[in-house]
T-cell receptor
Framework: GENVEQHPSTLSVQEGDSAVIKCTYS??????FPWYKQELGKRPQLIIDIRSNVGEKKDQRIAVTLNKTAKHFSLHITETQPEDSAVYFC??????????FGGGTRLMVKP | GAVVSQHPSRVICKSGTSVKIECRSL??????MFWYRQFPKKSLMLMAT?????????EQGVEKDKFLINHASLTLSTLTVTSAHPEDSSFYIC??????????????FGQGTRLTVV
């Protein structure tokens, strides 16, 4: 089955700096890669996703890049703000099948 | 995005009793829903895949007789934790995918249920 590794497990940045979270996956058949943000005690919220026919996708301060050859994808958050502090999860799946999640990254943005 | 509603958000029950958690897709039909369990500061672990009109598919190590899943309609899946014990205390969360509909391939999550067994 699919295995998703996520790094780092914790990340502390200064407000205004950029944050990068990286994930690798094992199943070359995976073609859908979403990123979720989860605040304490809340549900994961989809923040951005990318499909395998695209190498990069951007939405305001958030961008995701995908390298299918190397089987890794990354989340980039620019101009970080304190409200970006949360746990971020990457995931991988084949189309609409079940998602396999990475271990999560606790992002702390210091004012 | 699509809306998934989960109830209850919190439940405290006595050891040995059963608890039912509901997961509803409010504005789309979900032939498949997924149930996850999340321990504090940990990732989401898939417990089972709930299929409308058929038996659920359980992940290895998940007791099907303890975690009963019913998916009787295209908008409702239920997870019943039977004979709950303190070690079943956890955050349970469901998700559903809109199968390439308005929400694309995104999976949307319910609010989660914090189960405490005393």
């Amino acid at each position: 089955g699919e295995n998703v590794e996520q790094h780092p497990s914790t990340l502390s940045v200064q407000e205004g700096d950029s944050a990068v979270i990286k994930c690798t996956y094992s199943d070359s058949a995976s073609n859908y890669f979403p990123w979720y943000k989860q605040e304490l005690g809340k549900r994961p919220q989809l923040i951005i996703d990318i499909r395998s026919n695209v190498g990069e996708k951007k939405d305001q301060r958030i961008a995701v890049t995908l390298n299918k050859t190397a089987k890794h994808f990354s989340l980039h958050i620019t101009e970080t703000q304190p409200e970006d502090s949360a746990v971020y999860f990457c995931a991988a799946s084949i189309e609409s099948n079940m998602l396999t999640f990475g271990g999560g990254t606790r992002l702390m943005v210091k004012p | 995005g699509a809306v998934v509603s989960q109830h209850p958000s919190r439940v405290i029950c006595k050891s040995g009793t059963s608890v039912k958690i509901e997961c509803r897709s409010l504005d789309f039909q979900a032939t498949t829903m997924f149930w996850y369990r999340q321990f504090p500061k940990k990732s989401l672990m898939l417990m089972a895949t709930s299929n409308e009109g058929s038996k659920a598919t359980y992940e290895q190590g998940v007791e099907k007789d303890k975690f009963l899943i019913n998916h009787a309609s295209l908008t409702l899946s239920t997870l019943t934790v039977t004979s709950a014990h303190p070690e079943d205390s956890s955050f349970y969360i469901c998700s559903a995918r809109d199968w390439g509909g308005r929400a694309g391939f995104g999976a949307f999550f319910g609010q989660g249920t914090r189960l405490t067994v005393v």
